[in-house]
Every structure is written in structure tokens, then in C-alpha cells.
């Protein structure tokens, strides 16, 4: 007996709409490509926001860590003059504020681009069960980061996205209560913090490289 023909095409559908609700993963391709604009663009990075504390746990220092880690991939790159941190400083001390406007600040200057980040979310799960009194499972760190990257000519936004890193590692234990706030140093879960916060920043910067 023959199969009905419409099973195929319904199949094929099927296939698409299983492919569509996959699993993504970024492309980290264009951290290796060439650079995508000459001459190099002026950028001006401000320092991260942290904002993890909403979603539990404040973790003390991942903004600084992640700001320090973008700066460096962009730097490395080859492919963008990086107006530096202690420059920026040095704008809103002469000017007599505490802080400017991110635009304002990067065109204070020079850049050409400004690049603004927030650090959403970054936790920590413990394992989560046991075997004859055996804790089995890893402990997981999590860090979600929000990059914008501002044309300050055009006022486009040129890059508005989400990365997010995530790092286990079973020989991990903790036997404490992390409370409201821990240090992105803290030796037990600071490592795995860190692989995860530079799995982040690895994908906008990405994102980055990938549009100018």
C-alpha cells in the first residue's frame, strides 16, 4: 500500500518547525575575521551596570571583570582605537561631575562609537540532588550581559543584544549560604563565574566585531 502524499509535505513542515524551536548558538566566527571598517573606528566603552541583584544574588565585581574583558577582546582585535577608562575619568573630573551622559561622555572624546553594557543576571545553582547521601551534578554559574553599541554621528543603534555564558564544574561544592551578595572573587564560585561572564562578553563582542 502506497503512503498518502500529504505525509511528506506535513513531514517536511514538522521538520522546519522542530529546526525553528531549537536550540541557537551565536556565531563567535567574527572574532577571528577580518576587521569589518578602516580606518579603525574611535570606541568608547563605559563602564558595566550591574544589575544581578534582581534576580536574587548580587555578585560584587562581575561588571568591572566583564567591562575589563570586553575592552581587551576589542583591543586584541586589532580592529578599534579604545578610549580608555581612566580618559573617560578624567572627562568627568573636568567637568565637574560625577557623571555624563554616555553619548556625551564619548563624544567628549573623540570616539566615534559608544558602547554601553549592563550586567543582568549572573547566578549560581547548586547540585541539585543525591545519591545513598552522595551530592551528585555540577555547580553552575550563569551570566546573562546587555550590550548596546551607538553610532554618536547617526545615533543608530548599530548593535542591541543579549549574551549569555554559563559554566559548570561537578568538583565544585558549596556549604555555605550565599546570601544577598557574594564576590565575583570569592575562590569557590569565582572561577566559574568568570567562564561564564567571558562566555558573554565573548558573544557581544562578537556581535560587535560582525558590524563595524
Not at 43 to 71: C, D, K, M, Q, Y
Not at 149 to 154: F, V
Not at 182 to 197: C, M
Amino acid at each position: 500500500m502506497s503512503r498518502p502524499r500529504y505525509l511528506l509535505p506535513v513531514a517536511l513542515v514538522m521538520s522546519v518547525v522542530l529546526a525553528a524551536c531549537g536550540p541557537t548558538t551565536t556565531d563567535l566566527s567574527a572574532l577571528s575575521a577580518p576587521c569589518a571598517t578602516t580606518p579603525m573606528p574611535v570606541v568608547a566603552v563605559i563602564e558595566f551596570e550591574n544589575t544581578t541583584g534582581s534576580s536574587g544574588t548580587t555578585v560584587v565585581g562581575v561588571e568591572t571583570a566583564a567591562t575589563a574583558r570586553l575592552i581587551t577582546l576589542l583591543k586584541e582585535s586589532g580592529c578599534y582605537t579604545i578610549v580608555e577608562r581612566s580618559e573617560l575619568q578624567g572627562i568627568i573630573e573636568r567637568q565637574g561631575m560625577e557623571s555624563l551622559d554616555p553619548i556625551e561622555l564619548a563624544k567628549a572624546a573623540g570616539a566615534g562609537f559608544v558602547v554601553t553594557d549592563t550586567v543582568t543576571r549572573a547566578t549560581i545553582a547548586e547540585p541539585g540532588g543525591s545519591i545513598f547521601g552522595v551530592t551528585v551534578g555540577a555547580t553552575t554559574a550563569e551570566v546573562e550581559v546587555d550590550v548596546r553599541a551607538t553610532d554618536i554621528i547617526t545615533g543608530i543603534v548599530e548593535v542591541s543584544m543579549t549574551g549569555s555564558g554559563k559554566a559548570s564544574n561537578p568538583n565544585v561544592r558549596i556549604n555555605r549560604v550565599l546570601g544577598t551578595s557574594i564576590s565575583y572573587d570569592d575562590p569557590t564560585v569565582g572561577p566559574l563565574l568568570a567562564e561564564a561572564a567571558n562566555g558573554a562578553v565573548n558573544q557581544v563582542v562578537a556581535a560587535i566585531r560582525s558590524e563595524f
